[in-house]
């Protein structure tokens, strides 16, 4: 299965529309336009198909656990303040 493949399931299965999709890229950090959206989302015998890289994939599942959870700073604060909490054993 191709990177291509995997992201148009997960919009599926996510119900992500297109600009959930680029406010997902964008928490990554990552820019996409719409034009190179588009193209991930073509079929590859299309003029205008873009194959989605490991990188663009990388970014789109970052962005996506923000996007779900939040920044990580505020689920490490979280965590430090549970370990803070926790009695002692000795």
Known sequence: MTNN?????????LDLKE?????????????????ELSGIFRKRENKHFKECSDLVM??????YIIYKRGP????????EKMIATEPSTN
């Open 19 to 35: 600009l959930d999709i680029i406010e997902v890229f964008k928490l990554s950090g990552y820019e996409i336009k719409k034009s």
């Open 5 to 13: 493949e995997i992201i148009k399931k997960l919009r599926i299965a």
């Open 58 to 63: 990388n970014h789109f599942l970052n962005g």
């Open 72 to 79: 990580k700073e505020a689920n490490e604060t979280s965590t």
